[in-house]
């Protein structure tokens, strides 16, 4: 049995070859970015006006002048020129700045009559409501770096540069298995002694969210059939995410399974709860095997505590901690690591996990009315109210 740090650390230990593609800017969401994407002009790429109303010179510039309207600059339109430094041009946000000006008065501020614009301020200074060329980012900057996580504020810079194809990390292939002998698919109406397999449905979920596909199988509690199967699945995939059968049941197969087709045991049992049983292991040429407890929490906390964050890793990106703080008193007696599902309430700006545990391992239905788990260590067994705790989000 390992601890959960341990676990963490066996894991993310294990690099797996992650393939880059290039896919349409519009799918791009929730994928991770795999090349430098650098500014191709400056942005912004000219001095933009930031407000509609007139450009002046400033210099120019006296209270209760009248400025002459020589000319108009609309958004997408050649830049003009001022001809007379005592006059004005009126602009709109998005054109250029007329050249020989230097400041952009709102409509606002002035009072257009009869051909020729007063403005009503005391001061003008230089520069105002102008938003610079080049201020944001110049030329050749790097905008984006791999391992960034595409969220709509890349995508408009993307699309800014004129990226219309992305290269991004792809996914191993992966297959997801759950197993056991009462399971039946989704399709099918179970038996008063069966249920429906939904484990994978939540794996396929939850990496759908990442952009990371995986096709599902299923297994019976057979010891040969389970061989066979496994053999011509660890010969397609690259990773495997098996649920179930890995406890101490009569008919928990398959770490003996794993371990008669050449996949090295890393480790089996985690000191954690729910989620003990969690067998992790890896062959020669490089398969990758997580073998989940088939409790459908375990299932679902295991991928969320190590699949994921490791997946993330191996694609290079930096994933932020996240912690809140715990709103009641908790004990928890064994001595195991404890994933406290809790639900999240902002409290003035604070971030209150309230203790939500279920029914347990089993109690799936609980996962509807949570946002994630807390860690709570080991060592401990009793657990204050304001204390922070490192916090795990389903969503
Ligand atoms: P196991 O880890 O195989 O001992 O399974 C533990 C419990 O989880 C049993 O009650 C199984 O019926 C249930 N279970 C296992 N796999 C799944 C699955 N794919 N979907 C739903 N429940 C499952
Ligand atoms: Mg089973």
Redesign the pocket.
């Known amino acids: 049995m390992v601890s959960v740090a341990e676990a963490s650390q066996i894991i993310q230990s294990v690099k797996v070859k992650v393939n880059k593609v290039s896919i349409p800017v519009e799918q791009v969401t929730g994928r991770v970015l795999a090349e430098r994407i650098f500014a191709d002009r400056d942005l912004p790429p000219f001095n933009r006006v930031a407000m509609d109303g007139i450009a002046i010179n400033s210099k120019s510039f006296k209270a209760q002048q009248q400025f002459k309207l020589e000319n108009i600059q609309p958004a997408g339109a050649p830049q003009t020129e001022l001809q007379q430094p005592e006059a004005c041009i009126e602009v709109m946000t998005g054109a250029v700045l007329p050249g020989g000006t230097d400041a952009v008065i709102r409509y606002e501020d002035v009072v257009i009559r009869n051909g020729y614009a007063t403005i009503q301020l005391r001061e003008v200074a230089a520069g105002m409501n102008i938003h610079k060329q080049g201020s944001d980012a110049k030329k050749e900057d790097i905008l984006l770096e791999p391992g960034q996580v595409l969220s709509p504020a890349e995508i408009s810079l993307l699309a800014s540069v004129g990226k219309t194809q992305v290269t991004v990390f792809d996914f191993p292939l992966t297959a997801i298995i759950?197993?056991?002998d009462?399971?039946v698919d989704i399709s099918v109406l179970p038996e008063p002694h069966q249920?429906?397999?939904?484990?994978?449905y939540a794996v396929q979920a939850a990496m759908m969210e990442l952009g990371w596909r995986g096709d599902g199988y299923h297994l019976h509690d057979n010891k040969e059939m389970m061989k066979d199967k496994l053999r011509e699945l660890l010969a397609h995939y690259d990773i495997l995410i098996l649920?179930?059968?890995?406890?101490k049941?009569k008919?928990?197969f398959i770490p003996e399974v794993l371990n008669s087709l050449g996949i090295e045991k890393l480790f089996h049992q985690v000191s954690q709860k729910p989620g003990k049983?969690f067998w992790f292991g890896k062959s020669a040429e490089g398969k990758i095997v997580f073998a989940l407890?088939?409790?459908?929490v375990?299932?679902f906390l295991c991928f969320y505590r190590y699949v994921k964050p490791w997946m993330l890793m191996t694609m290079d990106v930096v994933v932020k901690k996240s912690q809140a703080i715990l709103s009641a008193d908790v004990t928890f007696k064994p001595s195991l690591t404890y994933f406290l599902q809790v639900s999240l309430r902002n409290d003035n700006g604070r971030l209150m996990a309230d203790p939500t545990p279920g029914g347990g391992?089993?109690d799936?239905a609980n996962l509807k009315n949570v946002d994630g788990f807390i860690e709570l260590p080991a060592e401990r067994n009793v657990f204050k109210a304001g204390e922070v705790f490192d916090f795990y989000a389903f969503r």
């Open positions: 759950s197993s056991g009462e399971l249920i429906r397999r939904s484990n994978i649920s179930g059968g890995v406890s049941g008919f928990d049983p407890p088939g409790n459908p375990s299932t391992s089993g799936f």
